[in-house]
């Protein structure tokens, strides 16, 4: 009964440090992404994925990348940690039929600090 | 390009009563959907209900319904007799049409209720 699983919970990072926050999906979605949220800001997306090896770009992608090599996993990648990422990082995922709308299955999410 | 607005940063209902929480949204696409969401103080992210561009009801689901004005572009949460438990951040949001894979999602509005 897993579904969206997030890896780490917590991380504090100084800056210039490089991390990777792993989403895990035992759902079989094809659509995954990645989201942050700040204070007064709400969810802003960064990237996300319509199936395995595909990425795209969202709203707030500059600083971080992207992978999809297995259906099951998206990792968000900070080359360079800076302050401005402090955050609460979501993963998120939805099943990708056509024609349907789904809602968006949450990770837990992730509380990175950058010192 | 798609935009959520919630103008209440916080709202406050006393306990047993009904509130309405505001949503107004823009988008270009003729078929879309509708979300909330509940965000409570522990982080989780909790899909509550969902209402498409085309269906001719608002949508509910137990305590919940969402008041869909399609014409005034607004899809406004009613959530009746409040419980101390529904005291939490919401989440308005909004995907495409078939074809368009992200959810934009509002800054949220705080509930509190009051005993």
């Known amino acids: 009964n897993a579904g969206v699983t997030q890896t780490p919970k917590f991380r504090v990072l100084k800056t210039g440090q490089s991390m990777t926050l792993l989403c895990a999906q035992d759902?079989?979605?094809?659509?995954m992404y990645w989201y942050r949220q700040d204070p007064g800001m709400g969810l802003r997306l960064i990237h996300y994925s319509v199936g395995e090896g595909t990425t795209a770009k969202g709203e707030v992608p500059d600083g971080y990348n992207v992978s999809r090599l297995k259906k099951q996993n998206f990792l968000l990648g900070l080359e360079s940690a800076a302050p401005s990422q402090t955050s609460v990082y979501f993963c998120?995922?939805?099943?990708?039929?056509?024609?349907?709308?789904?809602?968006?299955?949450f990770g837990e999410g992730s509380r990175l600090t950058v010192l | 390009a798609q935009k959520i607005t919630q103008t209440q940063p916080g709202m406050f209902v006393q306990e047993k009563e009904a509130v309405t929480l505001d949503c107004t949204y823009d988008t270009s696409d003729p078929s879309y959907g509708l979300f909330w969401y509940k965000q409570p103080s522990s982080g989780e992210m909790i899909f509550l209900i969902y209402?498409?561009?085309?269906?001719?009801q608002n949508a509910t689901e137990g305590r919940y319904s969402l008041n869909f004005q399609k014409a005034r572009k607004s899809a406004n949460l009613v959530i009746s007799a409040s419980q101390l438990g529904d005291s939490a951040m919401y989440f308005c949001a909004m995907s495409g049409g078939a074809g368009s894979y992200q959810l934009t999602f509002g800054k949220g509005t705080k509930l509190s209720v009051i005993p």
């Open positions: 209402q498409g561009s085309y269906d001719q």
């Open positions: 759902m079989n979605h094809e659509y």
């Open positions: 998120a995922s939805r099943p990708g039929l056509a024609g349907v709308i789904g809602e968006l299955f």
